[in-house]
Structures are given as structure tokens and as C-alpha cells.
């Protein structure tokens, strides 16, 4: 999806957050600190609500 060609609003929210022994559903590790963890969220089409398209470094 490309948010700029469809005129869509884009927001980004950073986050820092810890896992614990078990590392979640095994996408980050166990035990560490995550810095600045980006998720992408875009307007839907009706602008009511926002829709995660991605998330990561």
C-alpha cells in the first residue's frame, strides 16, 4: 500500500519495551530492550479509524 499515491494521513508512534523470558510470539527476543520501535499507521479509507501497516526498525 502506498499511503502517499492514495492521500492517505500517516502517523508514526515510537515505543520502548521490554520482553521477558519468553520474547513474545518469538518476532523479537527474549529478555531485551526494544528503543525507538516504529509502528506505521495509516487513516482508513472512511477516516474513522487507523490501520497498522507496518511496524519495526
Known amino acids: 500500500m502506498d499511503w502517499k499515491e492514495n492521500n492517505q494521513e500517516l502517523i508514526v508512534v515510537l515505543l520502548t519495551f521490554d520482553t521477558d523470558e519468553k520474547g513474545g510470539d518469538g518476532g523479537v527476543n527474549p529478555n531485551a530492550t526494544y528503543t525507538n520501535w516504529q509502528w506505521h499507521l495509516v487513516k482508513t479509507k472512511d477516516k474513522k479509524n487507523w490501520e497498522i501497516i507496518s ?3
Open 55 to 57: 511496524w519495526g526498525y
